[in-house]
């Protein structure tokens, strides 16, 4: 909870603002201090000098009108008797949450009471269970929770054409009633990926959770001090709004509370991620092919301590789940971005190519998870293309190019191969081998201008020497150069680096003679300069 009183106190008796409050009080973020500043100013049952004795937990009761970690909802609504619940949950073989809530909500509406809706009365048994019955295993409830996080093996993505590989990271998601297991490869964990994998396993599943309990990642949870009110991402709490569902993280390095999805990463990780590590993939999806091959085989596989199976219990499960809504919610990233002289944008670590018409100019970006929508800046939509799936991914339309684009463009062929020509030979072949190395040339000419940009820093005589190697070992790529030339331009000395660049450097300073610091010189100096003065004395 926030320290009220000295949010309060700083404002009004020091005169502060809600960024210097957040600073000063140092366990606030400054959206969360004006948005208590703005209800307290609006409520009509507190004002400032604050009442004698008053705790923060009043404030917050006169301020918002409920008590803290209740959600906002009206004490109108008839409090469920959730220790009876428990022990009919725990008494009784097959009972469920959608009977319990049913039987409540009918004494509810025949005594004239206001219930609660299903998932809230999900929501409030979850925390009730928690305060109640920390130290004890709670059982599953069918349709209650799923359980997602990330698993700690990731498995290295090989780029086909560089050779370069990056991480896929697998997202794992578990229903603890029937225990069954959705997981996918993922080689962006940002906002976009993450609300998509977690529509992936709600369509998987084939209904939506009451109520859906995550790790604290930055994709999911901003803060969570105190558990009982945390800070959720709000993409992420978004997403859980449309879906229908409630967002409980998990408390900070207690593994217990998502204690389902920590047992079916282990279970991956000695068994299918063994199988799956021996193999090199190319591309994401062959991938999560091999692994969705793999976790079919293993929802379907009998238990060990118990009868049937996964699936078995999944097929009993779904259909105590939620309905999906008609349409999967959409997280939507927007940027700016400037087509370049490629007729080229760059974004997310990738290029989409943009018509000619809009060369040089700046353009508005719109993404899901898998759809790049282009726009002018007055909202017109250009194009649209699918969202690359690997960094620096080049995705070009032909009809984008101006049909002379090669003599057109201020980047072309002959302008890097004429900068080629004043470096080298060597130079030159390795331009003329890059600017054939993809299907459209179009797409080469950052590559190009990436090497020879490399004269900024290093010497020419470096350049050609590192283009040499590259040449005669047949590994000419931009990445071997950028590598390589380092070390090339090292074993060159001085000779190696860029002369002008060291010219600027030194500019204003004196150079002086290698020998001017040598004894002897300072002692002839010295008497020389004697010698003179007292010559300018005999004059005088």
Partial sequence: MLDYKTILTLRYSAGLSGSEIARRIGNASKTGVNDFLRAFERSEHITFPLPEGITNYGIYQLVYGHDPGTNNRSNDYEKPDFR???KQMTDRKNMTLVYLWGKYSKQCISEEKKPYQYRQFCDLYARWCEENYETIHLQAVIGQKMEVDFAGKTFDLIDKVTGE???IVVFVA???YSQYIYAEGMVSTKEPQWIEVNNHALSHFGGVPAIVVCDNCKQAVIANKDWIEPDLNKDYAAWAEHNHTAIIP???RKPKYKSSVENAVGILEKGIFHDLEEQRYFSLEQFNHDLWKRLERLNKEPFKRKEHSRYYYWEEERHELMPLPSMQYQYMERKTAKVSSDFHIRFDNAYYSVD???LHK??????TADTVKIYSMSGTLICEWRRATRKSEWLTNPEHLPKSYKEMSEWNSTYFIRKAMAVGPYTVTVIKEILKSRKLEVQTYRLCLGILN?????????LEDCCRLAVENSHISYSFIKNSIAAVAEDLGSSGYNTKL????NKGGYLMDPHAGDLSNLLSRSSRLADERRKEAGNE
Avoid: C, Q, W
């Fill in 356 to 358: 000619k018409a809009y």
């Fill in 174 to 176: 578990v229903l603890p």
């Fill in 165 to 167: 590989a990056s991480d």
């Fill in 454 to 462: 490399f004269t900024k820093k290093y010497s020419r005589l470096a």
């Fill in 362 to 367: 700046n353009v508005m970006v719109g993404a």
């Fill in 84 to 86: 009876s619940i428990h």
């Fill in 502 to 505: 060291n010219e600027e450097r």
């Fill in 250 to 252: 998990a408390k900070v």
